[in-house]
């Protein structure tokens, strides 16, 4: 079975430095895969290459297809979606006009289902539809930036630190969405900080360490890892889980 992200000796470059060197990566139907390491090691770099954002060196296929030639919106169009670090939300629109945007390219019909899914799946962006986006609390931005991103119904979503500032109670929400998506036949390739949180529900995982991927495995495995447990999930010091 061929994967539905595959991503092949990837470079990207900023000037004449290199953020990513050498990655390979792939993300299958129905997976959960998560790309942990710390602040500056290339993710969200590498996330906006795969977008088409930055230019990327090496190769990227999806569904089949080689992205090389195609700009964001071919890619969007094929089913691959970003949610962005800072969630770029309109602020003074409301939710409901906020999702409609991410529907744009939907026909009238698709559009009701869509509004059904993402209300179905973050029932307080339905409580919430009048509100303005700029009023939300950080939680609720960050549902409201993963429903407009599931409005266009991906095969593939992406997400840049869906836990970024957020309450623990609220990332343990975000993550159970997370887990859903992927019941609902809906892949997930998931950059995180919080690596415990992200191996909890990953199936497979990726550490990055200054541009390259230094280990990768199961999930359980990679969080069972010594050097993992040491630098990335702080059991060093509290011991805790923290979701
Ligand atoms: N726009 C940019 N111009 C130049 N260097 C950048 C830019 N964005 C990020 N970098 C550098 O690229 C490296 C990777 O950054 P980034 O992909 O943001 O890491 P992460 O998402 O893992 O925190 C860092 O060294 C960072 O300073
Ligand atoms: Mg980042």
Same mark, same amino acid.
Request: charged share 20%; proline share 2%.
């Given at each position: 079975?061929?994967?539905?992200?595959s991503? +092949?000796?990837?470079? $990207?470059?900023?000037?004449?430095? !290199?953020?990513?060197?050498?990655? &390979?990566?792939e993300?299958?139907?129905? @997976?959960?895969?998560?790309?942990? %390491?710390?602040?500056?090691? %290339?993710?969200?770099?590498?996330?906006?290459?795969?977008?088409?954002?930055?230019?990327?060196?090496?190769?990227?296929?999806?569904?089949?297809?080689?992205l090389?030639?195609? !700009?964001?919106?071919?890619?969007?169009?094929?089913?691959? &979606?970003?949610?962005? @670090?800072?969630?770029?939300?309109?602020?003074?629109?409301?939710?409901?006009?906020?999702?409609?945007?991410g529907?744009?390219?939907?026909?009238? &019909?698709?559009? +009701?289902?869509?509004?059904?899914?993402?209300?179905?799946?973050?029932? =307080?962006?339905? @409580?919430?539809?009048?509100?303005?986006?700029?009023?939300?609390?950080?939680? !609720?931005?960050?549902?409201?930036?993963?429903?407009?991103?599931?409005?266009?119904?991906?095969r593939?979503l992406?997400?840049?630190?869906?836990?970024?500032?957020? +309450?623990?109670?609220?990332?343990?929400d975000?993550?159970?969405?997370?887990?859903?998506?992927?019941?609902?036949?809906?892949?997930?390739?998931?950059?995180?900080?919080?690596?415990?949180?992200?191996?909890?529900? +990953?199936?497979?995982?990726? $550490?990055m @360490?200054?541009?390259e991927?230094?280990?990768?495995?199961?999930? =359980?495995?990679? !969080?069972?890892?010594?050097?993992?447990?040491?630098?990335?999930?702080?059991?060093q010091?509290t011991?805790?889980?923290?979701?």
């Amino acid at each position: 079975m061929s994967a539905l992200l595959s991503v +092949a000796d990837a470079h $990207v470059a900023y000037g004449k430095v !290199e953020a990513v060197r050498s990655v &390979s990566l792939e993300v299958g139907a129905h @997976e959960i895969v998560t790309i942990i %390491g710390a602040n500056g090691a %290339g993710k969200t770099t590498l996330l906006n290459a795969v977008m088409g954002v930055l230019p990327l060196r090496g190769h990227v296929g999806f569904a089949g297809q080689d992205l090389a030639q195609l !700009e964001i919106e071919d890619r969007v169009g094929l089913g691959l &979606s970003l949610v962005a @670090e800072h969630r770029e939300l309109f602020w003074t629109m409301n939710v409901e006009d906020n999702l409609l945007l991410g529907a744009f390219r939907s026909a009238r &019909s698709a559009t +009701a289902s869509s509004f059904e899914r993402v209300y179905a799946l973050f029932p =307080r962006l339905k @409580e919430r539809r009048k509100q303005l986006a700029g009023t939300l609390s950080g939680g !609720e931005q960050q549902m409201l930036a993963m429903g407009r991103a599931l409005m266009g119904a991906p095969r593939l979503l992406m997400l840049d630190e869906p836990s970024l500032g957020l +309450a623990p109670i609220i990332v343990a929400d975000i993550f159970r969405t997370v887990g859903e998506l992927r019941s609902a036949g809906v892949s997930v390739l998931l950059v995180e900080q919080n690596a415990q949180a992200a191996l909890k529900i +990953a199936d497979r995982a990726y $550490v990055m @360490e200054l541009g390259e991927f230094v280990l990768q495995g199961p999930a =359980r495995d990679i !969080e069972r890892h010594e050097g993992v447990a040491a630098s990335y999930l702080g059991f060093q010091h509290t011991g805790e889980s923290a979701i």
